[in-house]
């Protein structure tokens, strides 16, 4: 009889065969806020660089590009730096940390929303039908 091949199995220092860095895929607007996370770190680690550019384009319109370009290569330098891969993955892995604070403030919203709705409702009498006012009776004498 024919042994059947062993598989190799991977051993603690190899990493896995199938690595992934990004395990769960995201919707678009899911995606959306963890590329706006990702990119207010990168601008929060290069305010510095940012506020100089910022403020040599003060009062300037085209000639900003020619006066100011000192300025923005070192801002674009900074940006380049810091705007990696292991930046974007740790913003994801942020955005998966707070997922379970964003839920509850949704809840906590959604549960003010409807007492915000109850009260208007009850304010302006919308859920309620009030009959409508009664005639006078007529009187049967036709004189007044």
Request: with cysteine; hydrophobic share 25%; proline share 10%.
């Amino acid at each position: 009889m024919a042994s059947t091949p062993k598989q190799p199995t991977p051993s603690p220092s190899q990493p896995p065969l199938n690595p992934s860095r990004n395990p769960l895929p995201l919707s678009a607007s899911q995606e959306s806020q963890v590329r706006e996370l990702y990119h207010k770190r990168v601008r929060q680690k290069c305010a510095d660089e940012v506020r100089e550019f910022a403020t040599c384009c003060t009062h300037r319109t085209f000639t900003a590009t020619l006066f100011c370009r000192p300025q923005q290569k070192a801002m674009n330098n900074c940006m380049m730096k810091y705007a990696t891969q292991e930046e974007r993955d740790s913003a994801r892995a942020e955005w998966f940390a707070t997922m379970d604070k964003r839920r509850v403030e949704k809840e906590a919203k959604e549960v003010k929303r409807k007492e915000d709705e109850k009260f208007w409702r009850d304010w302006w009498d919308k859920g309620k039908k009030t009959p409508a006012p009664a005639l006078p009776p007529k009187s049967e004498g036709g004189g007044v």
